[in-house]
């Protein structure tokens, strides 16, 4: 090889290396001992790394970086690197909406996940919350664009991190700016905790509890994939059982970019939708405290007290029976007088009602008892079928009801989606695999009351067996399948109250009939707008309308008895006016909803309210426990309304 070709190769060599070396950028390292804010400038020829030195805090850092001509095409890359974690993001931070449209945030900030995160797991909470912590990290500045991007980066110590209880922290939080908190579980704290956030604005927040260990999940994209969330607007609440996290837990804060995860326009009912985007530089103020809840001790005592109410219930109930027994309309009276048996009524019941007959009934001028009650033992015979007829509609109702919210409770234990139930978060206590279970066991009273209402109906069949001739004919299997019915009112209310949502809830004379259909019309006009209005929702229209109708029914049947010279005994008076003044006091806490399940889980939160008796029952729980006893009266007035004829023949007993 001559010397012209070595002298080529070398020159060739020479000028490939320089060309190489001038695509790669130039490296510039800065050293930093104390939090400061800094300003560089980035380009594809030029990278910053920023070195924090031997930082001490007891706090972790957020590390704030922003850019206002940062290329969205080229953006700038930030890498944070840590002893065990590195986090990287972009700016400007690209985040997509609920409309898939591209929205970018030129500032923005994360926190670091604390380093000593596994010491301060073993530390005792007063010794971590006198502890300094020693801090390195580095932070990677760099860019593909071509020209010169001014960036700012400011490294904050977050000062109320580890939180207190009853402390009260107020945050600022943006779409691209998240935070995070963590609090310790201490030796005083009980077996759980109650989380109240308030916000003063309409952002839509998704607020996760995640465990002590690190990463955190503080992004859009990846919140929902670890631990327990839910949105909120307003005002949300959530409780944190101490098992679940035992060393401890991170509070996420992640702002949505916009609100439709908050907003109507996800409900499935038809309401007015108001969706729109947050602006690039909007910011939301929310706050937060975090509250021990109640111990075993106050769940216990919470039970007893219940059982003790209902027991004292019992005994008044009980005496309330016996006293009527023996004082009442029926002291005189005797059981084995006309009891009609089966021979004496076998003959006319195999005769089928002739078309003559009914004609006859409907043109007697003065319909009486007498006329309507010709087939006594048939009439007995079917009304039992009310019996059998419940019985067979609860299991047939029971069954995909109890399947579906058990599936439900599952989903929710096992994705920590809480925007699945419908609960009040600020009064739900958990206990065993249940989220809720103080609206579960607040309907214990429906069960005892239709128990008691059965021993009632049973005892007075027995004082007062089917008798022909006098009186009202007695339905007991109508009366029976009313007190089944309440049980079930109770089994079924707990069983929907396991998880509250939009889709299990939908498993709850010619004057006369005019002037009744009339108000119907009327209440449904009422209802319609205000449902339209969004005053109401159709369970809570539903259920104003059928109790409507049984107090318009009854107080028919009592002005008609009035008008006729009948009056009202001492049972019906006594058990009437119980039951109505238990209607009004149910009714005055059943109107104050803690929830609105016909709007999304956030806007439903607004609702929330904190428990209002014995810390451990909110004013739906009270609804549960004043209704059960106003039904059990007004079950015993309908009873016994006609007692005070129960010895008149049937034949001067007007129909009306």
């Known amino acids: 090889m001559n010397t012209l070709t070595m002298l080529l190769i070398i020159w060739?060599?020479?000028?490939?290396?320089?060309?190489?070396?001038?695509?790669?950028?130039?490296?510039?390292?800065?050293?930093?001992?104390?939090?400061?804010?800094?300003?560089?400038s980035v380009n594809n020829l030029v990278e910053y790394i920023i070195y924090y030195r031997q930082l001490s805090a007891r706090n972790p850092y957020r590390i704030k970086v922003s850019s206002k001509n940062a290329d969205p095409q080229n953006p700038v890359l930030v890498v944070v690197r840590q002893e065990k974690d590195v986090i990287s993001w972009e700016l400007p931070l690209h985040v997509t909406t609920s409309k898939n449209q591209d929205?970018?945030?030129?500032?923005?900030?994360?926190?670091?996940?604390?380093?000593?995160?596994?010491?301060?797991?073993?530390?005792?909470?007063?010794?971590?919350?006198?502890?300094?912590?020693?801090?390195?990290?580095?932070?990677?500045?760099?860019?593909?664009?071509?020209?010169?991007?001014?960036?700012?980066?400011?490294?904050?110590?977050?000062?109320?991190?580890?939180?207190?209880?009853?402390?009260?922290?107020?945050?600022?939080?943006?779409?691209?700016?998240?935070?995070?908190?963590?609090?310790?579980?201490?030796?005083?704290?009980s077996d759980t905790l109650t989380i109240e956030l308030n916000s003063n604005d309409d952002a839509c927040l998704i607020v996760s509890i995640q465990d002590s260990t690190c990463p955190v999940f503080d992004l859009n994209e990846?919140?929902?994939?670890?631990?327990?969330?839910?949105?909120?607007?307003?005002?949300?609440?959530?409780?944190?059982?101490?098992?679940?996290?035992?060393?401890?837990?991170?509070?996420?804060?992640?702002?949505?970019?916009?609100?439709?995860?908050?907003?109507?326009e996800l409900s499935i009912y038809p309401v007015t939708k108001y969706y729109f985007e947050r602006n690039s530089d909007a910011t939301s103020n929310v706050s937060f405290v975090i509250r021990s809840s109640l111990g075993r001790k106050q769940y216990v005592t919470s039970t007893i007290v219940t059982m003790s109410g209902i027991l004292f219930f019992y005994l008044v109930a009980l005496v309330l029976i016996v006293a009527f027994r023996k004082y009442g309309s029926m002291k005189n009276?005797?059981?084995?007088?006309?009891?009609?048996?089966?021979?004496?009524?076998?003959?006319?019941?195999?005769?089928?009602?002739?078309?003559?007959?009914?004609?006859?009934?409907?043109?007697?001028?003065?319909?009486?008892?007498?006329?309507?009650?010709?087939?006594?033992?048939?009439?007995?015979?079917?009304?039992?079928?009310?019996?059998?007829?419940?019985?067979?509609?609860?299991?047939?109702?029971s069954i995909p009801v109890v399947q579906l919210v058990i599936a439900y409770q599952r989903m929710l234990n096992y994705t920590g989606d809480e925007?699945?139930?419908?609960?009040?978060?600020?009064?739900?206590?958990?206990?065993?695999?249940?989220?809720?279970?103080?609206?579960?066991?607040?309907?214990?009273?429906?069960i005892f009351m239709g128990i008691l209402f059965l021993f009632a109906t049973f005892h007075r069949q027995q004082v007062l067996p089917f008798r022909f001739e006098v009186g009202i004919p007695v339905h007991y299997g109508l009366f029976y399948s009313m007190g089944i019915a309440l049980i079930i009112e109770g089994l079924l209310s707990a069983c929907y109250h396991m998880c509250p949502s939009q889709s299990n809830y939908q498993f709850a004379r010619f004057l006369s009939l005019i002037t009744?259909?009339?108000?119907?019309?009327?209440?449904?006009?009422?209802?319609?707008?205000?449902?339209?209005?969004?005053?109401?929702?159709?369970?809570?229209?539903?259920?104003?309308?059928?109790?409507?109708?049984?107090?318009?029914?009854?107080?028919?049947?009592?002005?008609?008895?009035?008008?006729?010279?009948?009056?009202?005994?001492?049972?019906?008076?006594?058990?009437?006016?119980?039951?109505?003044?238990?209607?009004?006091?149910?009714?005055?806490?059943?109107?104050?909803?803690?929830?609105?399940?016909?709007?999304?889980?956030?806007?439903?939160?607004?609702?929330?309210?904190?428990?209002?008796?014995?810390n451990y029952y909110d004013k739906h729980d009270v609804w549960h426990l004043l209704s059960a006893p106003a039904l059990y009266f007004t079950f015993m007035f309908l009873m016994c309304i006609d007692d005070d004829i129960i010895d008149k023949r049937q034949d001067n007993i007007p129909v009306f």
């Open 103 to 189: 929205k970018y945030y030129h500032v923005t900030s994360r926190t670091m996940c604390h380093n000593n995160m596994n010491v301060i797991n073993t530390l005792s909470f007063r010794s971590f919350m006198e502890k300094s912590f020693h801090q390195d990290f580095t932070i990677g500045i760099s860019s593909s664009c071509n020209i010169n991007s001014t960036v700012s980066i400011e490294t904050i110590e977050e000062e109320n991190f580890f939180v207190k209880d009853g402390e009260n922290v107020t945050l600022t939080v943006s779409p691209s700016q998240s935070r995070y908190f963590f609090y310790k579980f201490s030796s005083q704290d």
């Open 12 to 40: 060739f060599t020479f000028i490939s290396s320089t060309f190489s070396i001038k695509l790669l950028p130039d490296v510039k390292k800065i050293e930093v001992n104390t939090p400061k804010t800094l300003e560089i």
């Open 516 to 614: 009744i259909n009339i108000i119907n019309i009327g209440m449904l006009g009422i209802g319609l707008i205000l449902y339209s209005k969004g005053k109401t929702d159709f369970g809570t229209f539903l259920l104003g309308l059928l109790m409507a109708n049984a107090i318009v029914h009854a107080l028919f049947y009592t002005t008609m008895k009035i008008i006729h010279n009948e009056r009202i005994c001492i049972e019906a008076i006594v058990y009437g006016v119980l039951g109505i003044l238990s209607w009004i006091a149910a009714t005055i806490f059943f109107l104050d909803a803690a929830t609105l399940w016909t709007v999304t889980p956030a806007e439903s939160r607004q609702w929330n309210q904190e428990c209002i008796l014995m």
């Open 333 to 397: 009276i005797n059981a084995a007088k006309e009891v009609i048996s089966l021979d004496e009524d076998v003959v006319d019941d195999t005769l089928p009602r002739s078309t003559m007959d009914i004609v006859y009934v409907l043109e007697k001028p003065d319909l009486n008892v007498k006329v309507l009650t010709k087939y006594p033992l048939k009439d007995k015979i079917r009304s039992f079928n009310y019996l059998w007829h419940i019985i067979s509609i609860a299991i047939f109702y």
């Open 222 to 264: 990846d919140i929902m994939f670890r631990g327990k969330y839910q949105t909120i607007s307003r005002k949300g609440g959530l409780t944190i059982k101490r098992k679940d996290f035992s060393e401890g837990f991170f509070i996420v804060f992640v702002m949505k970019p916009d609100n439709y995860d908050c907003s109507q």
């Open 419 to 446: 925007d699945l139930c419908y609960y009040n978060f600020l009064c739900a206590h958990p206990l065993f695999s249940f989220s809720d279970f103080n609206h579960i066991f607040s309907n214990i009273g429906y």
